[in-house]
């Protein structure tokens, strides 16, 4: 014999309205409060919060063989109970959560930090093998004291007067 249980969500909130028709009084669906609901974080798909409220319905039809108790009963989907059940992310766990969304915007600013602080390092090192390279030439070049003498520096590392303009 198959199950006669059923589930809809309560009062037979958009469900065919057969379903509500069956009862004189008492099935009065109202949208807010018997809707239910799935709220999901869109980027990671993690449930923040559930609202979840069903109904527990049997189905009622003729058996064969007690035909004495089911004479006159027409076919109905009886509601027995329905329930309100709501989960919601604790709030200690929200800020992981909000840590995991901003992951990717996170690393993309490490990675274009690490480009443009790479960049920089590069322009320095040329920049210092640049004056490296012109302090040595300025070393290898005559060099001029205060007084206007000139001076060069020659293999056996003296010092030797070039020219001398001295003014009085």
């Given at each position: 014999m198959d199950s006669p249980?059923?589930?809809s969500r309560p009062h037979f909130h958009l469900a065919d309205p057969f379903c509500k028709q069956q009862f004189q009084y008492g099935i009065q669906a109202r949208e807010g409060v018997h809707d239910s609901s799935f709220?999901?974080?869109?980027?990671?798909?993690?449930?923040?919060?559930?609202?979840?409220?069903?109904?527990l319905n049997i189905l009622l039809r003729k058996v064969e063989g007690i035909d004495y108790?089911?004479?006159?009963?027409?076919?109905?989907?009886?509601?027995?109970f329905w329930f309100d059940s709501e989960a919601?992310?604790?709030?200690?766990?929200?800020?992981?959560?909000?840590?995991?969304?901003?992951?990717p915007t996170i690393m993309q600013g490490c990675g274009i930090c690490s480009v443009v602080t790479s960049f920089i390092i590069f322009i320095l090192i040329i920049f210092c093998q640049l004056r490296?390279?012109?302090?040595?030439?300025?070393?290898?070049?005559?060099?001029?004291n205060q007084l206007g003498c000139?001076?060069?520096?020659?293999?056996?590392?003296d010092y030797v007067v070039k020219s001398q303009n001295i003014q009085k």
């Open positions: 249980a059923f589930v709220w999901v974080e869109p980027q990671s798909s993690i449930p923040v919060k559930v609202e979840m409220r069903l109904q108790l089911f004479k006159n009963l027409p076919e109905v989907m009886f509601p027995v919601t992310l604790p709030e200690n766990m929200a800020g992981s959560l909000n840590l995991l969304v901003m992951l490296s390279s012109k302090r040595r030439k300025q070393k290898l070049n005559p060099i001029k000139s001076y060069s520096k020659v293999a056996s590392d």
